[in-house]
Every structure is written in C-alpha cells, then in structure tokens.
C-alpha cells in the first residue's frame, strides 16, 4: 500500500471537519478491525486445554495449532497493501470480514485437528490484513489536524477485543459450569468461544458499507470527483478542495517506492538502521508477552488455580493491558519514545524475574504455595502494565518514524515480518518449554527484558519531535 505522507498546506492542517463526530465513527468502524485482531488473537487462550484433550495432543502439537494462525497474519500483512491498492480499502475489510466469520465458524465446528488448524489460518490471514489496513485507511480519511489521535482508535481497539474476548470465555465457561468442554448450546464450551467471533465479524462487514472509500485510492483510480466529495465530508466544505485533490496527487507522483534493495548495505547485509527496527520488533515479542495472551489460562491451571478463576485472571490481566496501552498514549509525546521503552524494560525485566522465582517452587498439592501464587499473579499483571505502557505501543511509533524517507515502507515490512516470526517462535516454543522448566523459561523472557535496556541506549535514536525528513 502507498504511503501516507503528504506535502504540507496550511488549510489542511487547520482545517475543522463541520462533523467531527462523523469522522470519529469513520475511524471507529474502521478500527473495528482491530478489535477483531484483539480479540482473534487472544479467544483461543479460551480453548488451549480443551483442544489438548479433545484431540489428545502433546504440546508439541498443540503449540503448531496456536502458533499457525500467525503464519496466515503474515501472508495476509505482506499481501494486503497490493490488494488495497488493486481494489480499495472499503472492499479490503470487507475481505477481512468474510474470512473473519468463515474461520470463525470453520473454528467452532472442526470435523478433526487438521482443519481447525486450517481455520486458524484463514483468521489469522484476516488478522493480518486488518493489521495493515485499518491504520492505513484511518490515516487516509482522518483530517491531518485529528490524525494522531484517530490513529490511536486502532491499538485502542486491539486492546479493547483482548480484553472483550478474555470476558466473553469466562462467562461462558461459567455458562458451562466450569468445564472447557462441558455442554453449551448443543456444542461443547471453546467451541462456542471460538464461534462468538461471528458477532463482531459481522458487525465489521455492515459497518464497513457505512463508511466511504479513502479519497487516496479514490484519486490513484482516477475518480476526482468522488474524493472531492469524501473530502469535504472529512476535513470540511472550507478547504480549496482542487488544491487538495492536486496536493494528494502530487504527494503520490512524488514518493518513493522503496524496494528491498533499497535496504541492503553496510557490513551485515541490511543497513544498521534496519537491524535496529528488527532488533525492536524482536525484543517486543521475546519478553514473551504473547504468552499473557494465547496460554495464560493453561498457565495459572498448570499451577492448580481453578480454571474459572484462571479466566478471570485472564480477564484482569486484559483490563491491565488498557490501562497500560492508555498510559502510554498519553505519555508517548510528553516523555519521548526512548525514556517510556527503558522505563517498560526495567518494569517488565522485574515482573518477570519475580515469576521465574514464583515458579520456581515445587507445588505442594497440585498448587503453588500460597506466598508464591500472589507473586506469580501480581508480577504477571506488573509485567503487562510496563509491557503495555511502553513497548507494546512504543515500537510502533518507532518503526512508523525511524526509518529514512527513502526506505520507509520497505524497512517497516521487515521490521514487521521480523515481529510474526518472532511472535510465532514465541508461541510455538512456550508448552514445550513450560513441559521442561516453567521457571525456566521466564529467565529465559526475563534475561531477554534485560537485554533491551542496553539495545535502547546504545542504538536506539529518539524520535520525539522530529520531522520524519530528519530521519537518516
């Protein structure tokens, strides 16, 4: 997909919409796909334990069917700018949606491991053209003067379908007295936690015929009038609207295709800046933070707490994450990029050696000792809130302003690539991992939130304040 970024007018930028809170439900639906993202992404923390035992897998195996689904957000993250550019954003979602609500019931009713696996794919597929699309097409609709706070609308509302998901399964496993796979609504209990997903699904389909197309791809397909239109909608009737129409264009003829050439160079085949984003993306996800998402409930069983309860814990641990995410939107431009990233590591690095030693401890009647448990519990949500209050949105803003004009677009594909794989590695590695050494595996998360703290101050260059034209 184009980039955004475009020539500066001072009537766009001042420019008021006459209906702001038109624009604001504009974003909303389109950030609908976030909460999908959100909330596909974290719904099978719901089911781990029942898939395991329904199809009496190992952890190996259970691992690939949690992991796959990140496979499809890959392909979907790295196909979804070509196909928005093909045949519209607007039309994009609506694909989104679709295989939204085709992997959901595909999910909820599996005739055996294969294809529940294959289902994982489609909605991880989805996920990841909903990862592109939606902060695409709010910064394309959103008047410049709004755009920073629409654009946090997306991983406000990746947190809110965490959360929402985390609530839904606990009660429904309630629903289902306590039992994973106890009866519910003729199907067993994750099977209907994997099936809710259609609700939102299809809510994103109608939402998505209620908004209009993005005046950028409006333009690239030659239909002036209609982005005029859209135009006028969006940022106001007082604004020369050829001036902006031929200001878009302008911006579009002028910006730079940035291919993976663009990145080679230096002595360790990419450029240094590149290997920073990748060292960012890297570090986001191998403190281990999907973990929280795909395993918490499975984690807190593994350690004798009751399964009702350990949903509920899921839950908190969701609403932790708002609070952290919300923090972190609010403090990102006050404090800087870098101060709030060291500040997150120190903070995650601390929550996570206190659950290595929690863990650490034999269970005594199938439980942790109690000390030990509230340790386990109060570092885990710790280790959450500095997650989220620093580098859950920190990176981001980091790889979206870090990178040199020229080389953009390419090097945020790779940072981002770099991020699914690392998510998967994550992922796939944890019950195995957990089989061998609980705690050790949280030294290994542990030692990884250390190892941040010296890659920010020596390589990492804050951004705060700086003109994307200043990067080099």
């Known amino acids: 997909m184009t980039s955004t970024a475009q020539a500066p007018q001072s009537g766009a930028r001042t420019a008021h919409p006459d209906h702001l809170g038109h624009v604001i439900f504009i974003a909303a639906a389109a950030a609908m796909g976030g909460f999908l993202f959100g909330y596909d992404s974290s719904v099978i923390n719901g089911a781990v334990e029942a898939i395991r035992d329904r199809y009496d897998i190992g952890s190996a195996a259970l691992a690939q069917v949690i992991a796959i689904a990140l496979i499809g957000c890959a ?18 979602m609506q694909i989104a949606a679709v295989l939204f ?13 294969w294809d529940l696996a294959f289902w994982r794919i489609v909605g991880g597929f989805a996920i990841g053209m909903a990862s592109v699309i939606g902060p695409a097409y709010i910064a394309e609709v959103a008047p410049p ?4 706070r629409l654009g946090s609308f997306q991983q406000a509302a990746i947190v809110i379908g965490i959360a929402v998901s985390q609530l839904v399964n606990w009660g429904l496993l309630n629903a289902a007295g306590g039992d994973q796979r106890g009866e519910l609504m003729g199907l067993e209990a994750w099977q209907v936690m994997l099936g809710v997903m259609v609700v939102p699904a299809v809510l994103y389909g109608l939402l998505s015929f209620a908004i209009p197309e993005s005046p950028r791809f409006l333009i690239s397909a030659g239909r002036r009038d209609r982005a005029k239109e859209i135009l006028a909608e969006v940022e106001g009737k007082g604004i020369d609207l050829d001036a902006r129409v031929t200001e878009i264009e302008h911006a579009m003829r002028s910006e730079h295709k940035s291919s993976f050439k663009d990145l080679l ?6 450029k240094p800046i590149v290997w920073v984003g990748i060292g960012l993306s890297v570090f986001q996800q191998f403190v281990g933070i999907n973990v929280a998402f795909y395993y918490s409930s499975t984690l807190w069983q593994s350690v004798g707490v009751d399964p009702t309860d350990s949903f509920f814990y899921s839950f908190t641990t969701s609403i932790i994450n708002i609070i952290g995410t919300v923090i972190a939107m609010i403090f990102v431009d006050r404090v800087g990029r870098k101060p709030l990233a060291l500040i997150g590591s120190v903070g995650m690095a601390i929550g996570l050696a206190l659950e290595a030693w929690a863990f650490s401890y034999d269970l005594v009647g199938g439980k942790l000792p109690a000390t030990q448990g509230w340790v386990a519990l109060i570092a885990a949500h710790i280790f959450v ?3 989220a209050l620093s580098w859950g949105v920190v990176v981001w803003v980091f790889l979206g302003e ?15 690539a770099a991020q699914w794989i690392a998510n998967w590695a ?20 542990t030692v990884f939130a250390a190892l941040s703290i010296p890659f920010v101050l020596k390589f990492v260059k804050e951004t705060k304040g700086k003109a994307l034209e200043e990067m080099g």
Do not use: E, H
């Open 75 to 92: 392909i979907g993250a790295a196909t979804a700018g070509r196909i928005a550019d093909r045949i519209g954003r607007i039309r994009c």
């Open 101 to 113: 609500t085709i992997s959901a019931v595909g999910s909820a009713l599996p005739f055996a491991l």
């Open 145 to 148: 003067a709004y755009r920073g």
């Open 265 to 270: 160079g230096g002595g360790f085949f990419f």
């Open 385 to 387: 809130l500095f997650f």
């Open 402 to 416: 870090m990178f040199p004009n020229k080389i953009r677009a390419a090097a945020l594909g790779v940072a981002a």
């Open 426 to 445: 994550i992922t796939a590695s944890f019950p195995s991992l957990a089989d061998w050494n609980l705690s050790g595996t949280y030294v290994i998360y």
